[in-house]
């Protein structure tokens, strides 16, 4: 079983901008694709994007022109670039292994990153 460890979260003004960074304890070259995900305060999680193996990548609608997903196979790490940043962006951010992306189904869960946004 693959261990992720999110890092990059913090607090940021509106309009400012974040990269996450999920870091896994071995190879991801062979999963089959990679996510994020957030929950907010009386919130479900939600998928925010995801990215598979092949590097093709879906957003959810709230975020797509603003985030960029990506991931780097040498560096067992993948990562979420956040940009124009909104306080409906504020939210714990986790980084999941998916077994497939339509629909989404993790597999596995880091511990998650704070983000918080202010007006």
């Known amino acids: 079983q693959v261990q992720l460890v999110e890092s990059g979260g913090g607090l940021v003004q509106a309009g400012g901008s974040l990269r996450l960074s999920c870091a896994a304890s071995?190879?991801?070259?062979?999963?089959?694709?990679m996510g994020w995900y957030r929950q907010a305060p009386g919130k479900q999680r939600e998928v925010v994007a995801t990215?598979?193996?092949?590097?093709?990548?879906n957003y959810a609608d709230s975020v797509k022109g603003r985030f960029t997903i990506s991931r780097d196979n040498a560096k067992n790490t993948v990562y979420l670039q956040m940009n124009s940043l909104k306080p409906e962006d504020t939210a714990v951010y986790y980084c999941?292994?998916?077994?497939?992306?339509?629909?989404?189904?993790?597999?596995?869960w880091g511990q998650g990153t704070q983000v918080t946004v202010s007006s």
């Open positions: 071995r190879s991801i070259f062979s999963i089959n694709a």
């Open positions: 990215i598979t193996n092949a590097g093709g990548t």
């Open positions: 999941a292994t998916l077994l497939r992306v339509a629909p989404p189904r993790p597999t596995n």
